[in-house]
């Protein structure tokens, strides 16, 4: 049954093990053998259907996975990658070749925005990179090389919001592929029916949950999808971000409370977020009246799951944020630690850490100040007592007046 909602649509899928397991059985095999050398030709080929050949190529157990993802965000297919940045680099040169360009938000992953500031102009692929919320400096930097427009939902980690319907417009009216990164808004946004051709998500976070596990998906056509898996000229089949199969068994169970989840993370951000506010911090969360992108971000989402477990807090100095997280982590309320999506709470300082790799003058001019926190909120059930002893730590650092 097709539904618009994506938790509903990861439901109704059925698994089942060879020997009527309730979870389907893990493939644990490199190679696969063949009645009949004709088969392993096809197979080869892609046009054997459900006969799998080497596992670089595609394993049941990673299939079984992308067929999640893509139910989740209601694309034909996906494929599953080791890492968020493995989805990532194997789209953009999957879609670019040397002499095109790519348009892509400022404030975006630092890993991302390192591969297209540093290593893409290896290969002649330049970046132009441009207030994704000011559509104007977007249109007014397209020209007949572009090939890609690339923001993140929410991005990291200033949680600025892409208008994704209108990034869309602009992208079908100039014939690019319109690529993105939704790994802080699981659930919560579907880009696909937003009008996005490509959808990308590092499952370390928020869908994996648990900080255990490496993994990404690339979500999109099931034609795009085969494109990256062509064995001549597939960027997925031949740079090898392949996931290994025992990975994708265990996010593929984790993925099953993921909707529990985020409701919690955004119940908990939210509450902390508008306490916060009330006492004169500066915050910034999507679920706050006062951030620039709420209103577009509640036209796009799925409101069952909120505004997700991002949040962000400017202390003033990067001392300051330093000792206030020494603290937190000192008084058990979370790990300072980069990534996010935990049961814990995690907090680091983008500026030093998670956005090193942008030079200090653009940071500066994108608005990542140095004293600014970003926290992913964890599932604490009580998050009324997490914020009176937050708030006791910033008492005793005099960050509250
Ligand atoms: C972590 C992250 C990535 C990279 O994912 P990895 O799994 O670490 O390779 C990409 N985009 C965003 C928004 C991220 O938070």
């Known amino acids: 049954m097709n539904t618009h ?11 089942f093990g060879e020997f009527g397991g309730v979870n389907p059985s893990i493939t644990d095999s490199s190679t696969y053998t063949f009645l009949s050398a004709k088969t392993m030709f096809d197979t080869f080929e892609g046009n054997a259907e459900g006969c799998y ?8 157990s990673n299939l079984y996975l992308g067929e999640a993802l893509a139910a989740m965000e209601n694309t034909e297919s996906a494929n599953v990658a080791a890492s968020g940045m493995g989805a990532i680099t194997s789209v953009l040169l999957q879609l670019c070749g040397s002499g095109d360009e790519i348009i892509s938000s400022r404030t975006i992953y630092g890993g991302t925005y390192a591969f297209m500031k540093n ?3 290896k290969l002649k692929i330049d970046t132009k ?42 992208a079908k009216k100039q014939n690019l592929k319109l690529v993105v990164d939704n790994t802080f808004s699981p659930l919560m946004v579907s880009p696909k029916n937003l009008g996005a051709d490509v959808v990308i998500h590092s499952l ?21 999808i085969n494109d990256l898996r062509n064995v001549n000229d597939g960027a997925c089949m031949l740079l090898g971000p392949t996931m290994d199969s025992l990975r994708a068994a265990s996010i593929l169970k984790n993925m099953r409370t993921l909707h529990i989840r985020m409701k919690q ?44 477990g991002m949040m962000t807090l400017d202390v003033g100095s ?33 500026g030093t ?39 006791e730590c910033m008492n005793s650092l005099n960050i509250l007046k």
């Open 5 to 15: 909602k994506p938790a509903d649509r990861i439901q109704d899928l059925q698994y």
């Open 53 to 60: 050949l080497y596992s670089r190529h595609s394993t049941p």
């Open 119 to 121: 290593f893409l102009p």
């Open 129 to 170: 990179f441009v207030d994704i919320t000011n559509l104007e400096s977007v249109e007014a930097v397209i020209n007949s090389n572009t090939k890609v427009l690339y923001c993140e939902t929410l991005s990291n980690p200033l949680l600025e919001i892409a208008d994704i319907e209108a990034l869309s417009k602009i």
């Open 204 to 224: 370390t976070k928020f869908i994996n949950g648990s900080s255990d596990a490496v993994g990404g998906v690339i979500c999109g056509t099931q034609e795009f």
């Open 265 to 308: 993370h955004s119940r908990n951000a939210q509450f902390l977020a508008e306490s916060f506010q009330k006492d004169g911090l500066r915050v910034v969360y999507p679920g706050l009246k006062d951030h620039p992108g709420h209103e577009t971000f509640k036209r796009m989402y799925n409101e069952d799951y909120g505004f997700g």
């Open 318 to 350: 990067l001392d300051k944020a330093n000792e206030l997280m020494e603290m937190m982590q000192m008084q058990n309320l979370g790990y300072l630690a980069v990534s996010l999506g935990f049961y814990k709470t995690l907090f680091s300082a983008p």
């Open 353 to 391: 850490s998670t956005s090193s790799e942008i030079p200090m003058e653009e940071q500066k001019e994108m608005g990542l100040s140095d004293g600014l926190i970003r926290f992913s909120i964890g599932l604490d059930d009580d998050i009324q007592r997490t914020y009176e002893k937050m708030k």
